[in-house]
Structure formats: C-alpha cells, structure tokens
C-alpha cells in the first residue's frame, strides 16, 4: 500500500509510508506503519486523546477505541468515495436486576468521503473485530482485528476491485452453507486476477518451514513452502485480501495482505505452535496472549484490565457484569456459571477452572493481585481443542504473574502477521 492515515491535530494528513518511516526514525512519539496497519505509537498515558482527536463530537463508550483510514480503487489507486466500511463485533451486556449477560452482535457502517476517508468509533478494545470493505454490491474479505487499551485508535486502510471482488450476495450464500460451523467458509468462488505474492514461512525461532500449504481466501491458486520456506502465488485477485497458511501442528495463520494487478507483493508468514496442556510451563503466558489476539471465541481479562477492578477483593470479583458469566457465593463456595451453557445444559452448576493448565481449581483459589490473565469460553463450542471434554458448562482459565516477564518474541512476531 502506498499512503497510510497519519492524525495530526484532529485532521486526516495523507503521507507516504516513506515520509511516515522518515518520522519514525526522528522522533520517539511518532506513528509506524506494520503492513498497512498504522499503529499510533506515542505513550500509552495519551491512548484517550489519539482517539479523542479521531472521534472529535462522537459519543464514546468506556474502555472504546477507534480505527480509521481509506478506501480505495484497487484497481485505479484511487479513493473510493461513498464506498461503506462495516465493522462487527461481539458485545456481553448483562441485565443488572437478573445479572444474567447475553451476547450480542454489533454492526457499525461508515461511509467513506471525497477522499476515501472513513472513521469508526466505540469500537470495543481488547475485542476482536472485523472490518469489511463495500461498495456496488460487492465486498473485500472480513479482517479480524484487535485494538489494545494502551493503543486508542489505530489506521487501517482497505481497497477493493470491481473487477475480482467477489458479490455480496455470493459470500453471504457461502456462509450460509457453512451454517453454524466455525470454520472459515469454503473457497468456492476460485476468483482470479493477475496479482502475485511471494515470501517465506517461519517458526518462532526464525527457521523456515517447509510443506505448508497457502492460499488467498476465495481465490483459485494454491502453493506449498519449499524447503527453504519460501511460497509463490500467482493469478490472484486485486484489493484487500486473506492469506491463510496451514500446516500439520501450527496454528493456522490468517493475515492481511494488498494486492494490485500486475504486482508481485512480498509478505512474510509467521506460524505458531498451539501449546497442549502437556506442554503449558508454568513461566509460559505466550498462549494467553496468542489466543487472545487471534482467537475470536472467547472473552478475556488482561493484567491491565484486571489492576482497573479495584474493588475486587477475590477473583470471582472480577466476572462482575463481564464475560457472560454470573458470580455466585463468596470465599471457597465462590463458582461461576456460565448463561449459554446454563441454557443449553440444565444439569450446569459451575463452569470448569484451569489454574496454569490444571483443573479441578476453585475460582477463589487465587486472589486477583496473583492473576496475570483470564480466559472465558461460555460452552462447549467455543472451547480450544487444549480443553475439548471440558467444556459442557463453560472453563475458565487463569495464567498466574510471574517474577519475571513472558519473553517478547510472540507479540513481535503476531504484529508480523497483521495483528497487534
């Protein structure tokens, strides 16, 4: 992509990502651009105003970001003016006389500007969402993002061909046959185009993998990483697109990337390891932070959220109007209980709890100063694979903080992959 967002006193200031990198060299407050993600780096202290100035006279829910940028002619690389950006999340809203929460669906649309321009606002942080280009019926893939606390508002921009994307009505069609499965629709659309990509597939440790399948979501073409890890894919679509990557043992990765017609893009590929609770050390937290950025079927409470509860004097304090789990008892007669699998499953009287990859735990058993992190699955359908046959009435799973801190390799390495 060849311009990115830059926010400079409330306004949007087209700049080349040169220009961008140029500032981020010269200044230790400035803006950076990862795969056309620009990510508004100054202090963390200043998240509310980054996303104050972008939602300058909006109304603003609590713990709310925002996520703007362009829409663009894939084909003309130009602004794609009146085109619609819709972004979609889950929201848990809990009804304080019943204290019972229900999920429910959120759909915000923006419509661009003269110059391509959209903004979007109270987007939920800490959430995944997704982000879809429209525009004359037809429409870019889903992305899925995530905005952390500290961040406040991020760029994103997003184009789309007439001439490759595919017709709403066609993806609607498709994810209507994959019905209430939760896997990613099946490609049968096999669009094509004369835009290329190019890279190399690699672990954590920086060595390359070979054997991996990839392909562009609803495209034709697929590929397979040679030994030294490097993929070629060919006659693909123009505009926004997903890459995804599969290969036995690692998590399936699904990035961004921007195509164009009669251009070779290179994009490296990052695939990660899903750890089993044979394989969970007690020093680890990078599963926590991995399933909670790319991981759509489960809410989560990081340490920062955590330290905000002041009032929390237990753990189970901290499922208070949150998660879509009701709080019952005190002390060790503490339980949660999720609402979904309470309705589907009478018998429920308290979901699973996993200390550090361990059952058989009380929600009590650790106090919220201990607690470095929380996963929440509401049912079984929704539970990782790491704890399938545990999931009937919801399963909790607590990380515990460490004296020193999780290594930072896997948050540098998700950011490779589109993610933040």
């Not at 700049?15 to 056309?36: E, F, V, Y």
């Not at 929201?91 to 500007?113: C, H, I, M, N, P």
């Not at 695939?271 to 989560?300: K, S």
Request: hydrophobic share 40%.
């Amino acid at each position: 992509m060849r311009s990115a967002i830059a926010f400079v006193v409330g306004l949007f200031v087209l700049a080349p990502i040169g220009s961008l990198a140029a500032q981020r060299d010269s200044s230790s407050a400035t803006n950076g651009t990862i795969h056309g993600r620009e990510v508004l780096t100054e202090p963390a202290a200043r998240s509310g105003t980054r996303r104050d100035t972008v939602c300058r006279g909006e109304r603003r829910p609590e713990h709310s970001a925002a996520v703007a940028g362009r829409a663009i002619d894939a084909d003309a690389d130009r602004p794609l003016a009146g085109a619609e950006v819709q972004a979609t999340w889950m929201e848990f809203r809990t009804d304080r006389s019943t204290r019972r929460s229900a999920a429910t669906k959120r759909v915000v649309v923006a419509k661009a500007g003269d110059a391509g321009e959209y903004r979007i606002c109270g987007v939920p942080t800490e959430t995944l969402f997704t982000l879809q280009l429209r525009n004359d019926g037809r429409a870019s893939p889903e992305l899925t993002l995530m905005i952390a606390a500290e961040e406040g508002a991020i760029a994103r921009d997003l184009s789309l061909s007439a001439r490759s994307a595919p017709t709403i009505a066609a993806l609607d069609s498709l994810a209507s046959a994959a019905g209430s499965e939760r896997t990613a629709p099946t490609d049968e659309l096999r669009l094509v185009g004369t835009a290329a990509l190019t890279g190399v597939v690699r672990g954590l440790s920086g060595e390359p993998i070979a054997g991996v399948q990839l392909h562009v979501r609803h495209a034709h073409p697929t590929t397979t990483s040679d030994e030294s890890g490097r993929f070629v894919l060919g006659d693909l679509p123009a505009g926004t697109q997903m890459l995804v990557a599969r290969s036995p043992g690692y998590t399936t990765a699904e990035l961004p990337v921007e195509l164009r017609s009669g251009t070779s893009v290179d994009r490296p590929v990052l695939l990660v390891r899903p750890l089993t609770l044979d394989a969970i050390q007690a020093t680890d937290l990078e599963a926590f932070d991995a399933m909670r950025r790319t991981y759509p079927y489960g809410q989560f409470l990081t340490q920062e959220q955590i330290d905000g509860k002041k009032s929390a004097t237990e753990a189970v304090d901290l499922f208070d109007d949150l998660l879509g789990f009701t709080a019952l008892g005190r002390g060790p007669n503490a339980r949660l209980i999720s609402n979904m699998a309470l309705a589907n499953h009478r018998a429920c009287s308290e979901a699973k709890v996993f200390v550090e990859g361990k059952p058989g735990r009380g929600i009590n058993d650790v106090k919220p100063g201990q607690i470095a992190g929380i996963e929440a699955y509401a049912d079984d359908a929704f539970v990782p694979s790491r704890y399938a046959g545990h999931g009937d009435c919801g399963v909790i799973v607590i990380w515990l903080r460490k004296s020193t801190s999780p290594t930072s390799h896997a948050a540098t390495a998700l950011r490779a992959n589109g993610y933040p």
